[in-house]
Antibody, heavy 120, light 108 residues
Framework: EVQLVESGGGLVQPGGSLRLSCAAS????????MNWVRQAPGKGLEWVSY????????YSADSVKGRFTFSRDNAKNSLYLQMNSLRAEDTAVYYC?????????????WGQGTLVTVSS | EIVLTQSPATLSLSPGERATLSCRAS??????LAWYQQKPGQAPRLLIY???NRATGLPARFSGSGSGTDFTLTISSLEPEDFAVYYC??????????FGGGTKVEIK
């Protein structure tokens, strides 16, 4: 069974940092591109970033560029999101999502999400 | 950035009725469009990809159509578990993926 489990969310002050993890199981993690998508409370979905199978290619939304960094460890079947210089508008549930070529490269599996709250 | 506009924002229907949801793109996305369903407290679930292909295990009452700038998700006969929020997503100008604002299908 495919599973994606995010962790690391919590309450952080503006300007602070947080590192999210996404643990993958039930599939060959190393052959899938992965994404982060976030959802502010009561709002819609916002794509945050894409990381290629090897981690050598990374794209991110302008809203997080220069503040968030993305990485993966295929040996540990894990995806990471390092968030620095956090702002109130970064408050959201952060989901990791698998990009599946067989499903048109759309997101066929998602984690349950982890809530990040940026507040003083 | 390609903007996706979903309408209506809220659809109030009864079980057994037909639901028709719209997603309009600010420029052509060809057929690179997906639909997701999200229930409260849950992650989104992929329903339709490439405008009209059903995801694995999706009931046949869900169908997608359209190309270019106008797309439709149709639920032929609403089941109680179908009341949720639905989002469209484009990947035409990948990696600049964008989502629509969502349509909430609620029980009338």
């Amino acid at each position: 069974e495919v599973q994606l489990v995010e962790s690391g969310g919590g309450l952080v002050q503006p300007g602070g940092s947080l590192r999210l993890s996404c643990a993958a199981s039930g599939f060959t993690f190393s052959i899938y591109g992965m994404n982060w998508v976030r959802q502010a409370p009561g709002k819609g979905l916002e794509w945050v970033s894409y990381i290629s199978t090897s981690g050598s290619t990374i794209y991110s939304a302008d809203s997080v560029k220069g503040r968030f960094t993305f990485s993966r460890d295929n040996a540990k079947n894990s995806l990471y999101l390092q968030m620095n210089s956090l702002r109130a508008e970064d408050t959201a549930v952060y989901y990791c999502a698998r990009e599946d070529y067989a499903s048109g490269s759309f997101f066929d599996y998602w984690g349950q999400g982890t809530l990040v709250t940026v507040s003083s | 950035e390609i903007v996706l506009t979903q309408s209506p924002a809220t659809l109030s229907l009864s079980p057994g009725e037909r639901a028709t949801l719209s997603c309009r793109a600010s420029q052509s996305v060809s057929s690179y469009l997906a639909w997701y369903q999200q229930k409260p407290g849950q992650a989104p679930r992929l329903l339709i990809y490439d405008a009209s292909n059903r995801a694995t295990g999706l009931p046949a009452r869900f169908s997608g159509s359209g190309s270019g700038t106008d797309f439709t998700l149709t639920i032929s006969s609403l089941e109680p578990e179908d009341f949720a929020v639905y989002y469209c997503q484009q990947r035409s100008n990948w990696p600049r993926i964008t989502f629509g604002g969502g349509t909430k299908v609620e029980i009338k």
